[in-house]
């Protein structure tokens, strides 16, 4: 749900017809340039509402379908699908008329499965990010972004074979992704995405030498 930033709602579109005529009336020119300097004041202002309807704080709830691989130099790789539910905050900022910069961070919630590599199956939990996100608002209720993301998790392996846990690690990574965002109303929003994310390589006295993936 997106905060209330106390936006004004601009009601329909005004138009205004020049007409001609043959009756012979001085145009003042003075009276001319402050019309359309009101026109293109009025117009850049709605412009730059299109931008500001992005503003503000948000709280969302993220449902996902990721696919997590994992890669451990002296077994391969494998991966894991999984289903699951996240947590977004965000608050952005909007830029002349059309962009808007959004900074903010996400908790993906419970586990998600990473493959099986040998006698071990791995998952990955508590996955964390930092997101600096550009947008471009194409009307006061469609967003385009793209977004750039410090990544944190832990990856866990367990035995396939008693179920206990083997071991934990720690990575951290980059990710990107694209998506877009629309207004339902000026406090409620939908958006869907694709994230790419990568992460950093690490020697494990576990696992060995592994790294991981999702998107």
Known sequence: TKGNSGLTDFGPKITINFYSTTSHQTVNPMKTRTL????????????????????????????????????????????GNTTGFGLQAQYSISYGNQFVLGLGGSLNTGSRKAGTLGPSEFSVKNAT????????????????????????????????????????????????????????????YIQAGYDSNRFNEKNSPSFGTFSGSSN
């Not at 009025?42 to 696919?67: H, I, K």
């Not at 009307?139 to 750039?148: A, C, F, I, N, R």
Request: charged residues 10%; proline residues 1%; hydrophobic residues 45%.
């Open 36 to 79: 359309i300097a009101a026109l293109l004041a009025v117009v850049a202002s709605t412009a730059f509402a299109q931008a500001r309807m992005f503003e503000g704080f948000s709280l969302g709830a993220n449902l996902d379908a990721s696919r997590t691989t994992t890669n451990v130099l002296s077994l391969g790789s494998d991966s």
């Open 129 to 188: 990010s930092l997101d600096i996100s550009p947008g471009y608002a194409l009307s006061e209720s469609l967003l385009v972004y793209g977004k750039l993301s410090a990544l944190s998790l832990t990856a866990v392996g367990s035995s396939i074979a008693t179920g206990n846990e083997l071991g934990t690690e720690s990575l951290t990574g980059l990710g990107y992704g694209i998506g877009v965002r629309s207004m339902i109303d000026k406090n409620i």
